[in-house]
């Protein structure tokens, strides 16, 4: 058999948004491009109207709408439903970005298959929000609806050919909430370019790109979501800036949530010990990790973390709560530390430890580059991608 045809679903466009499954789609076609003819099809978000090629692998806008998930999502699955030139010998949806097309497949007695990428658990990160007592007005709607959409992801599990996650953790997740069969469920891990994220050799020329001398540098990197728990990072940096008083703060990210974040950090005065960076690009991100004593991520709910495997390919020691998939992607105490969920006190302690022991900074990030390069890379998770593929057909 020579190219088959493979159509990609994502609601956000890959080439303008820097997420995680976005990054995934990025990596994984690209090394694909000579075994599949490839098309991603996405919403038409941030400017993205025409369609346009990039390694080999064509890109086309669907409509959708620029405003907030999950307005956006649902224009999106109403465009697949409508659209009549999606045609593919293998389709993979991610997350909630292709149920309109499963269910207009179905109806057409289609048999071809139609694969469903999930990372985290959407039943489970409602779960997770729920439970916790650092919640706004907005983050109580933003899990309303995470709730109704953890239903349409159920559903496409249910009525896909194969599903691929990310980690054990989010197996035994969907097993629990989709009562999935097990044997329907295949699990490729994301994946990190150790060429791209690696260690520099001029610190203190990436620290002068964003301002920074020798003071300590704590770094997140990550969308400013609810399920991020940013507002657990900001109280324990009240702790830590009572020991190490210098320290700085990095945020990358952008999110709903980024002008509650300063408000808070402003109230705690801790103004002078955050830079809110915003998005970077990958360049740029590789920079930021390079400035980084120690990366920091307390998410209270994670299938996996991507932003785990790029701070350790970049030689970074991390800390993170001790949730979901993170202990299979991180080495509790081999290559940074878990704090207990949900405890900022734990995370402070932690974050403070490392400051407090450069040795142990510089041997965790030694064993962190190792298992990460042998571990998580693109290139594996491309080839795990393709026999998954090849499975669905038959080959």
Not at 307 to 336: C, Y
Not at 360 to 366: C, F, Q, V, W
Request: with cysteine; proline share 5%; glycine share 8%.
């Amino acid at each position: 058999m020579g190219k088959f045809r493979l159509a990609v679903l994502n609601t956000q466009p890959p080439l303008l948004y820097f997420g995680g499954v976005e990054k995934r789609i990025i990596e994984t076609t690209k090394r694909l491009s000579n075994q599949a003819d490839i098309t991603v099809y996405s919403g038409t978000k941030s400017g993205f109207k025409q369609p346009v090629s990039k390694n080999k692998v064509n890109f086309v806008p669907c409509y959708s709408t620029d405003r907030l998930f999950p307005l956006d999502n649902w224009f999106f699955n109403r465009s697949l439903t409508k659209a009549r030139d999606i045609e593919a010998d293998v389709y993979e949806a991610h997350a909630v970005s292709g149920y309109g097309l499963l269910r207009k497949l179905k109806k057409q007695g289609s048999k071809k298959p139609f694969i469903h990428v999930i990372h985290g658990v959407l039943a489970d990160e409602y779960e997770q929000a729920s439970k916790s007592s650092i919640q706004s007005i907005r983050g109580k709607a933003a899990n309303y609806f995470m709730h109704r959409l953890a239903k349409l992801e159920e559903e496409t599990a249910k009525n896909a050919t194969l599903v691929v996650t990310i980690s054990n953790y989010s197996l035994e997740k969907i097993k629990e909430h989709y009562g999935l069969d097990p044997s329907k469920v295949r699990i490729v891990p994301n994946g990190v370019d150790p060429e791209k994220f690696k260690p520099q050799a001029d610190l203190a020329a990436a620290r002068l790109k964003f301002g920074l001398g020798d003071e300590p540098c704590v770094l997140f990197v990550g969308s400013l979501i609810p399920r991020k728990g940013l507002p657990f990072l900001v109280k324990a940096a009240e702790k830590v800036i009572k020991v190490h008083k210098e320290t700085k703060f990095l945020i990358v990210g952008e999110g709903p949530l980024r002008g509650q974040l300063q408000n808070a950090v402003d109230s705690a005065c801790l103004s002078n010990n955050f830079k809110f960076l915003g998005a970077l690009s990958d360049e740029m991100l590789a920079v930021a990790y390079n400035c980084a004593d120690i990366f920091v991520l307390p998410s209270i709910q994670e299938g996996q973390g991507i932003v785990l495997l790029e701070a350790q390919a970049s030689a970074v020691p991390v800390v993170a709560f001790n949730i979901g998939g993170v202990n299979e992607a991180v080495r509790d105490r081999e290559t940074g530390l878990l704090a207990a969920p949900g405890n900022p006190d734990d995370l402070a302690g932690a974050v403070s430890r490392l400051l407090t022991d450069k040795g142990l900074r510089e041997r965790m990030g030694s064993n962190a580059r190792k298992f990460v390069a042998e571990n998580f890379t693109w290139d594996l998770c491309a080839q795990r991608m393709l026999g998954v593929y090849n499975e669905s057909l038959g080959i």
